[in-house]
């Protein structure tokens, strides 16, 4: 008998929906990967024949120039001068390329350097530096080449002289990386060469052509500028002049720059004191009546249907000025027939009453001057007054006919205040030898009541159109460091022919407030207190130049000046 192996076979399954979905994901990230080092070798390849077509640029730009004669090897405008563009352009495979072609003299170490140098010649080669700059994916890139160029058989000079200007901070520390330019309109050919000062801020420039009419330039992204200065028909003992290069001798010039500064000009409104008062003509800075009304201009109690009410109040709109800088005093006019009283209280811009811890007796009530001079407005910049008015006498009502509240405001700023600074650097003078200053800046401080400006470091003094300054913190003059940032605050009034403000500092130029300053001439003496700024103001006065001014104050030594000339308005800084 035979038996049979039954093989039980599994039926075939198909690709499900989530299988075609992964598979699909695998063969976009495979292909996406791929694509990535497709994209990423194309741009490599872009950016290495970019930059092999900018190495070919510079190298062609290097043996073009080594195939002139030695003494034609120079720049148009440049120093040494030949005919070489500084700049030229070209393109090719749809890149442009700029080049810069730098040529300058270079003094070989070998036989000495400057005036070590054994043979006394110091325009020992040329170097010859062309920069190619391009733009390749994305980014503007460089290539730079160096090449040196002596001439056949000794060195020799060319006639010429030597350029050198040394650039200084405020410091006298050498600045780096200035960039110097140098313009000649006069040679043949004309010099117009832009190059950087070195390590130790300086530029060389051995191979000027003669001449008296050497212009410099010199400015830093960030600093203050320098520059040499045309003698004309103002300016007739510039200071620096046009430089002067003598064949075979070294001219040399410094030039400081430093770094910007920012100053800060606000003007304001002095400190003043203010009151707010309602005669309760209308009742319309009533908060809250509660049996209580306005009657005849006075708050009483009701009455509407028959005799008054034995007690109400009222409370008094929040007042929150503006500008708030101190509370001083609350008052009101009382009055309180037989049988009747009436007490103010002061509340918070809520309503609630202050605490008497805050204010003491508050809670018991005033009937006459409330002294608010401790209240601080940073916690309680809205204050109101609350009447509380009582009868015993059915017939009889108490009034208020009239309260207010002081306080002190300030300082406010004052818009568009015209002013001038002038800087105590000149830039030479006049042939009558009336000096010509090199910064003078108009300005106005705006809608604002307030602007920045960018100042080189320098003394500046200040004046102002159509205002007096009674107070200035940080009075002028000003002597602005570099590299600072600072503020001046000018208190503004009515202007006046005359007037003087006196700043009372110490040794340290700290603003000494309480002192007393006295300003005397003949037939005249005026004595006041120095402010918070240490400022002390005399305005509409006399013009002279025989004036007085004495300062003192309690541990300090005492001042006594004399011959203070006073002439439109005058600063005068007075140290004790």
Known sequence: MRYHKLHMQRPMRGMSFVDVIVGTALILIIFLALFGLLRASILISQLTKAKAIATAVADSQIEYVRSLSYGSVGTLGGIPGGPIPQFSTTTSNGTAYAVRTFIAYQ??????????????????????????????????????????YSPIG?????????????????????????????????????????????IDGIVYLPGAATSTQYEVYVSKSGYSSAQTYLRDATNQNPNPGYLTVVTDLTTTNTFAIDILSQFQVRTVSPIATTTYSDSFATGADI?????????????????????????????????????????????STLVTPAGTSV??????????????????????????????????????????????????????????????????????PVPNVDFMLLGAKTIGSTGASVSLYKTTIASTTGSTGSTMLTLEWDAYQLGLSGYDTVDACNAPPYTIPPNTTSETTL???????????????????VAVPGASVTLSRTGYSETVTTSACGGAYFGDIGASAAYTIQSSKAGYASTNTSGINILGHTFYADSI
Do not use: C
């Open 107 to 148: 003094d070989d170490p070998a036989d000495g350097l400057g005036g070590a140098d054994s043979n006394g010649i110091i325009t020992d080669y040329k170097r010859i530096k062309v920069t190619v700059t391009y733009v390749a994916g994305g980014r503007t890139r460089t290539v730079d080449m160096i090449s040196n």
């Open 154 to 198: 000794l060195e020799t000079t060319t006639g010429g002289g030597t350029l050198r200007l040394v650039v200084v901070n405020a410091a006298s520390a050498p600045v780096t990386g200035a960039s110097v330019r140098i313009v000649n309109a006069s040679t043949t050919p004309t010099v117009d060469l832009t190059t950087f000062s070195d």
């Open 287 to 331: 908060s809250s009546f509660t049996n209580a009304t306005i009657s005849v201009g006075s708050i009483v109690l009701s009455n509407a249907s028959g005799p008054y009410e034995p007690s109400g109040s009222a409370r008094m709109h929040p007042l929150t000025p503006t500008y708030l800088y101190s509370w001083t005093s609350a008052s």
């Open 343 to 412: 007490v103010v209280r002061v509340a918070d811009g809520s309503g609630a009453l202050l605490p008497d811890g805050v204010l003491a007796g508050n809670s018991t009530g005033f009937t006459g001057p409330i002294d608010l001079s401790t209240i601080s407005t940073s916690t309680y910049p809205s204050l109101s007054l609350v009447a509380d008015l009582s009868s015993t006498d059915i017939m009889a009502t108490p009034e208020v006919q009239e309260w207010g509240i002081g306080y002190m405001r300030g300082p406010v």
């Open 491 to 509: 208190y503004v009034g009515p202007a006046t022919t005359n007037s003087l403000l006196v700043s009372v500092r110490d040794s340290a130029g």
